[in-house]
């Protein structure tokens, strides 16, 4: 709950970054490949409560497997 005591419905990519310990630029990336959802708010971009819940709930990413190195 925000100082108000109204519940959030969205948060912005920073938010959500610090939230998770990530960068903001990891979360843009999920954006773009599709993997978090974020509404377009007129001219800003945010991440519903919803999609956060969700994504911490059952995580968001693919796991990617790791290059072999040549010997």
Not at 46 to 61: D, H, K, L, M, T
Request: hydrophobic fraction near 40%; charged fraction near 30%; avoid cysteine.
């Amino acid at each position: 709950m925000s100082s108000t005591g109204v519940a959030r419905t969205s948060f912005s990519f920073g938010e959500v970054a610090e939230q998770w310990g990530v960068s903001l630029w990891t979360i843009r990336r999920l954006v773009e490949r599709g993997e978090l959802k974020a509404v377009n708010i007129g001219a800003l971009q945010r991440i519903p409560r919803s999609e956060v819940e969700r994504a911490e709930q059952y995580g968001v990413g693919t796991a990617r497997a790791r290059k072999a190195k040549v010997k």
